[in-house]
């Protein structure tokens, strides 16, 4: 049973669920471009945090990077959730969205 879903934007949602017999809770968290290691330090809350407070969540992860033939260990910063759809136009009651180049949007001004 599901019994909570934020979605960030297009893969990018986290889904808390309850299995029928017993206690247990599930979650199932994706994050499109967000490294492995990273995303097993992102929690339901802080998508729940990130989208209530319309903010971003960084996350750091460590690889190892070649150039001129000598090899690097690196540690990147990134941007790991944000709540920020740059591909949709978020309508007056905050639910109802419009993609970019939608007719409808010339009454919107946009």
Do not use: W
């Not at 893969?11 to 029928?20: A, D, V």
């Not at 995303?39 to 070649?66: C, D, F, M, P, W």
């Not at 260990?73 to 993609?99: E, H, P, Q, W």
Request: charged share 25%.
């Amino acid at each position: 049973i599901i019994r909570e879903v934020f979605v960030l934007k297009p893969k990018m949602y986290s889904i808390l669920t309850k299995k029928l017999t017993g206690p247990e809770c599930g979650h199932t968290a994706k994050a499109k471009g967000v490294s492995r290691t990273a995303k097993k330090h992102i929690t339901h809350e802080n998508y729940r945090t990130v989208l209530q407070e319309s903010g971003t969540s960084l996350a750091t992860s460590r690889g190892i990077r070649t150039l001129k033939n000598n090899l690097y260990t690196v540690n990147v910063c990134k941007r790991a959730l944000s709540a920020f759809d740059d591909k949709k136009y978020i309508l007056d009651n905050g639910v109802d969205m419009l993609s970019y180049g939608h007719y409808k949007l010339r009454v919107y001004g946009q």
